[in-house]
């Protein structure tokens, strides 16, 4: 697949950096950066090795962070409005 067809999704920097870390990686080569380059077809690999420099930043401060034993905790997911949580029982919502 080209790079033209593939479909464009975006990450935000976190996700990235969480990835990277759980991968026990604070490093990128600049054989990744080419690769990365070669794939993209359109950026640089020092213009992907300015832009990661935020991310791998980060990787080292959520590493520490985890090392220093603090937790996460996840969005928990909310009821929609306007759902019932009866079904058969329509009038009941």
């Known amino acids: ?3 033209k067809a593939e479909a464009e999704k ?11 870390m759980t991968m ?9 950066y080419d690769m990365m380059s070669a794939l993209d ?3 640089t690999a020092s213009s992907f090795q ?6 791998l930043q980060k990787v080292r401060d959520l ?3 985890v090392d220093d034993g603090e937790t996460f905790a996840p969005i ?5 409005r306007g759902q019932c949580s ?3 029982l329509v009038n009941d919502c």
């Open 63 to 65: 590493k520490r962070r």
């Open 76 to 80: 928990q997911a909310s009821k929609k």
């Open 50 to 55: 300015h832009q990661f420099r935020s991310v």
């Open 10 to 20: 975006m990450f935000s920097e976190s996700t990235v950096a969480i990835l990277l």
């Open 86 to 88: 009866s079904p058969i």
């Open 41 to 43: 077809g359109v950026k």
């Open 24 to 32: 026990g990686n604070s490093t990128i080569s600049m054989a990744q």
């Open 1 to 3: 697949m080209t790079p």
